[in-house]
């Protein structure tokens, strides 16, 4: 019989333990950088000045739209390999309507920047309202569907630009990858407080919300208790993908082109995300504030690796360990 003490001292680590591995990790690195700052090396520690940490924030903002996305699909049961190419189709079709370039852009002022945001928004939900409801009402299994579109996305953007990048993007475009508010704050970095603030409503304050974690926990005990299972699913893609369209557009505005190539795997991360923040892929378990500490996680281990001087390859062999890692702990925790 488990003591009420071991209960507690469990769920407080559940619920806690994510923010004690991510503070251990900025104490792991700081330290490191402190002893080259010891040894002379470095004239001071690099990692904790206030610009390298607006640094790592503005570095997982795309990351961390994508992972909003990801963390309803994984909750529901799900899984999403598109958002990558999603991303990219969005980032290009919000690129052919903010240059002058393709000859598609008749437009000026505010329409300048309108018609690219909803060109991009579009996109990204309605790739999501087709792997929704091929998931949804032709049970296709998620990763066979997000598969397909990943391929199938991936291919039309190629296909619209024959390969070639956008560039030339108009600097009211580019002010959401590049723009400061109050010339402190990056752009992209609030709009993953945004989204991410707007998400928890509506996972956590929300019908829709509790009818995710229903489908993700038992989708056929969800329908027998009256929720419309098909509904549920197809939003919850068509939400992803349009967060993709999100990410596609501050990554175009950040680089200031539009590249066939965007968004490579970036999936993986979004997914590294949500697992290493606490979801199961088995569904019905995950927490918005986990998601985001897995990916400050994953930003902190990539800036700490960079300032010195890792090699990227070694970054994704420690990426894939903490997902396997992350894995075999809710396996053990469910079981």
């Not at 470095?42 to 997982?60: A, C, G, K, S």
């Not at 690219?116 to 579009?122: I, S, Y």
């Not at 970095?189 to 991410?196: E, S």
Request: glycine share 12%.
């Amino acid at each position: 019989m488990t003591s009420p003490t071991l209960s507690v001292k469990r769920i407080s680590f559940q619920k806690y333990g994510i923010i004690i591995a991510f503070l251990a990790l900025c104490a792991l690195v700081s330290a490191i950088c402190q002893i080259k700052v010891m040894q002379g090396v470095w004239p001071v520690n690099v990692f904790l000045t206030v610009n390298n940490l607006m640094l790592i924030l503005h570095q997982i903002s795309v990351n961390g739209i994508l992972a909003v996305g990801m963390t309803f699909v994984v909750i529901s049961a799900g899984i999403d390999l598109s958002v990558g190419s999603v991303l990219a189709f969005s980032g290009m079709m919000a690129a052919s309507f903010a240059t002058r370039s393709t000859g598609v852009t008749p437009w000026s002022g505010v329409y300048f920047v309108a018609f690219p945001l909803l060109a991009a928004l579009f996109t990204g939900a309605l790739c999501g309202l087709v792997n929704g409801l091929i998931v949804s009402r032709f049970r296709i299994q998620p990763f066979i569907a997000t598969l397909g579109m990943l391929l199938a996305a991936r291919g039309l953007t190629m296909a619209v630009t024959g390969g070639n990048p956008i560039s030339a993007l108009s600097p009211e475009f580019r002010w959401f990858g590049t723009g400061r508010i109050f010339d402190t704050l990056p752009v992209p970095v609030v709009f993953l407080a945004i989204v991410f603030a707007l998400a928890w409503v509506l996972l956590n304050k929300t019908v829709f919300g509790r009818y995710v974690y229903a489908v993700g926990g038992n989708e056929k005990s969800a329908r027998t208790s009256g929720v419309n299972t098909t509904s549920v699913l197809t939003w919850t893609y068509i939400f992803a993908g349009f967060l993709s369209g999100v990410a596609g557009i501050i990554l175009t505005a950040k680089t200031g082109s539009a590249q066939t190539s965007a968004g490579t795997s970036y999936e993986l991360d979004a997914i590294a995300a949500v697992v290493i923040g606490g979801a199961s892929l088995a569904g019905g378990v995950g927490r918005l504030t986990g998601t985001f500490f897995g990916a400050l996680i994953i930003g902190v281990m990539n800036n700490g690796l960079d300032i010195l001087g890792v090699e990227s390859f070694y970054q994704s062999i420690i990426k894939g360990a903490l997902i396997v890692l992350a894995v075999i702990i809710d396996s053990r925790r469910q079981a």
